[in-house]
């Protein structure tokens, strides 16, 4: 217990404490710059799942819908791009540079890395000055979600890979070798020994990337902040983290109803979470 309490200590007061002060903060009327100004219970929550005539609502659940549809198609895509480095870069020369020059645009900030791809991709960028087509890469849909989600692709995947490759580090050589002896190709012991065995990192791996996806902020941020208005809504690349950002610091100023968006949000989390661990559970050969 000596050795666990300084974490605790850390744990209760940077997490604890935040979670049970924000759930206080949503039961109650509360604006960024007025602060305090009464209890009002469930009715944030209310308006969010009830009260369907207020632009609050509407534009959670479209924000919560931009942010759902950006990890449909980043996780898998994150995860199996992931794994297929991980399975190119276990064995083979240069391996170490390799890895490493994979794994370097995940230690760079998303400020970084998003602006970066800001330079590469706005009106006028190196993109345009190479191909010499103007394409609203940033201003228009479909061509701003193609944007952030390559972006993301290519800022992202290293940590998973590093992830992934201590897995397949850790399954014994031995199996491979009796697989041979047995017959079977490639294939066959990526499909009957890799996979198998490296099914409790693969359920990690798509546990953490969905939560970083449902976290998505910086990327629309930086690239579309939150737009584009032409061929889409106004709001077309808006997630839900960062519209409860707007809701709290923006012209509402609504702290208490940015908390009551982030427990729902933190509610859909743990239902999927849950759902993922008992999927890959069930699946267990």
Excluded at 69 to 77: D, E, N, S, V
Excluded at 185 to 191: A, R
Aim: charged share 5%.
């Amino acid at each position: 217990m000596l050795f666990v309490l300084p974490y605790f200590l850390f744990f209760a007061a940077f997490l604890l404490w935040p979670l049970a002060y924000a759930l206080w903060v949503s039961l109650r009327t509360w604006t960024t710059t007025g602060g305090d100004q009464g209890f009002t219970g469930l009715r944030h929550y209310y308006n969010l799942f009830f009260n369907w005539k207020l632009d609050d609502t509407v534009y959670f659940w479209q924000s919560l819908e931009n942010t759902g549809f950006f990890a449909i198609i980043t996780i898998p895509l994150l995860v199996v791009l992931a794994l297929i480095l991980a399975l190119l870069l276990a064995h083979g020369p240069l391996r170490t540079f390799f890895r490493s020059v994979f794994y370097v645009p995940a230690v760079l900030s998303v400020a970084v890395a998003m602006t970066v791809w800001l330079w590469i991709l706005q009106n006028g960028g190196v993109l345009d000055s190479y191909i010499h087509n103007s394409i609203p890469w940033l201003i228009q849909q479909p061509w701003a979600w193609v944007s952030i989600i390559i972006a993301t692709l290519w800022w992202t995947p290293g940590f998973n890979m590093i992830v992934l490759l201590a897995g397949l580090m850790n399954i014994p050589n031995d199996y491979y070798e009796a697989a041979r002896i047995d017959g079977a190709n490639g294939f066959q012991q990526l499909l009957f020994i890799t996979l198998p065995l490296l099914r409790p990192v693969l359920a990690f791996v798509t546990i953490t990337q969905m939560i970083a996806s449902f976290g998505l902020f910086g990327q629309p941020l930086i690239l579309t902040h939150g737009g584009p208005g032409v061929g889409g809504p106004t709001q077309s690349t808006t997630p839900v983290a960062l519209q409860m950002y707007n809701e709290a610091f923006g012209t509402s100023q609504n702290l208490a109803l940015a908390c009551a968006m982030s427990f729902v949000l933190g509610l859909i989390l743990v239902i999927l979470a849950v759902a993922q661990i008992r999927f890959f559970r069930a699946t267990e050969m």
